[in-house]
Structures are given as structure tokens and as C-alpha cells.
């Protein structure tokens, strides 16, 4: 059976476990990182060398990183559903899973992270960048998703996993944020879904 490392309010491993539910994969989960700790321990190095979670392994065959994990669950016979075969439909949802990893999930963790250490005081201006910058992200999605119901296209596509985890931490956090229609009816939908809601019963936690 498939196994997957990682506390399951891990934002990262959400995104995996999400992805299991809507493809219909059973798992295995097994609780490391956060309080349960174990990310140094020499056998779990021997499989992720980066130390930090998700990981999988499949019939032997171990992977690490979560968007490269959803792409492989995705690509096997169950998964066609979430990643379009048209070259260029499948690049955009490669698009967006880059662009999430690289800039939404950075602005909500910078942001997330200072509101910790009981921003705005005492670091007023990086405040003041920090949620700047994830309203600008967020903002970058409302425009996209006032054009289309999902953010690759017509349809629910493995791109909206991590957009919707990184959504779920924007919408926890303790901080104004400016209205978004098209953001907020997008999250409605895709947190309705039952595979989202089989994975989601505990807060999620940044680390
Ligand atoms: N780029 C990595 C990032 C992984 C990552 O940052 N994982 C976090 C959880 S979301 C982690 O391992 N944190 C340490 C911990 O939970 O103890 C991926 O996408 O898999």
C-alpha cells in the first residue's frame, strides 16, 4: 500500500492526502515532523535527505516534495481526472502548482510567521511587506478565478489542491483581508468537496 509521511495538519502533506481521496488511493500515513519530531532521525533522512515532509513511497519507489508527489499519483491509472492530457492545459496546471509553491505559499508563511511573533509590532514594515505581498497574491487569484470557475480552466485540476491549502491559511489568519468574491465562491466549492473535507478535520499548521 501506499505510504505517505507527515503530520496530517501539515499543510504540505494536506496536499498529498487531499490528492489520495479525490484519485480514490488507499494510504498509509505515518505521523513525523512538528510535535512528533523524527525529521533527523538517520532512517528518515536515508529516504527524504531534505528532511521535512511529504513523503511517499510506492511499492518501494520513495518521492519527496509535494507537488512532485502529486504529479506522480496523478500520472498513474486512477489520476487522468486531475491533469489534462492537452499539452497546453496540463502546462498551466503545472503553472499554477509552481507559481503556489514559489510565491502563495511563501506569502502566507512569511505573513502567517509574523502575525506568530505578534506582528505589527515589532516589525512594522515587514509587516507591512508581508501582507502587502500576500494581498497581492490573492488578489492575482481573484482576477483569475472571476474569469473561471477553476483556476486551470473548466475544471478541477490538481492545481487547485495547493491553491485551496495556501487559501485555507489565508482565510485562518488573524488579519484583514480586502473582499474577494471570485476567491471565496472558488474556496466554498472546492472545500465542499468530499475528498477536501475526508483530509481536513484539524486546523492546519505551518512550521
Ligand atoms: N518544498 C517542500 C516543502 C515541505 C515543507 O516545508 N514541509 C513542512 C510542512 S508543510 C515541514 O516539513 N515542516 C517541518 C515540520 O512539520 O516539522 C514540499 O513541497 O514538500
Given at each position: 500500500m501506499l505510504k505517505i509521511w507527515g503530520r496530517d495538519n501539515a499543510p504540505n502533506v494536506r496536499k498529498v492526502l487531499w490528492a489520495c481521496e479525490e484519485i480514490g488511493l488507499a494510504y498509509q500515513r505515518i505521523d513525523i515532523g512538528g510535535r512528533f519530531g523524527g525529521l533527523n532521525d538517520p532512517g528518515y533522512r536515508a529516504l527524504n535527505p531534505n528532511g521535512l515532509i511529504p513523503t511517499m513511497e510506492d511499492d518501494g519507489f520513495v518521492l519527496w516534495e509535494a507537488h512532485a508527489i502529486l504529479r506522480y499519483l496523478a500520472s498513474g491509472p486512477r489520476g487522468p481526472a486531475l491533469l489534462p492530457e492537452d499539452r497546453g492545459a496540463r502546462a498551466l496546471v503545472d503553472q499554477w502548482m509552481d507559481w503556489q509553491a514559489i510565491h502563495q505559499a511563501a506569502a502566507v508563511r512569511d505573513l502567517g510567521r509574523l502575525l506568530r511573533l505578534?506582528?505589527?509590532?515589532?516589525n512594522a514594515e515587514r509587516f507591512s511587506a508581508a501582507r502587502a505581498e500576500a494581498e497581492r497574491v490573492f488578489e492575482l487569484i481573484e482576477v483569475q478565478l472571476a474569469q473561471r470557475p477553476y483556476i486551470a480552466g473548466d475544471a478541477f485540476t490538481l492545481a487547485d489542491i495547493p491553491l485551496a491549502i495556501g487559501a485555507a491559511r489565508w482565510f485562518d489568519l488573524p488579519v484583514e483581508r480586502p473582499p474577494s468574491t471570485a476567491l471565496a465562491g472558488w474556496f466554498k466549492a472546492v472545500s465542499a468537496r468530499p475528498a477536501y473535507k475526508a483530509v481536513s478535520a484539524t486546523p492546519l499548521a505551518g512550521a
Open positions: 505578534g506582528a505589527p509590532a515589532p
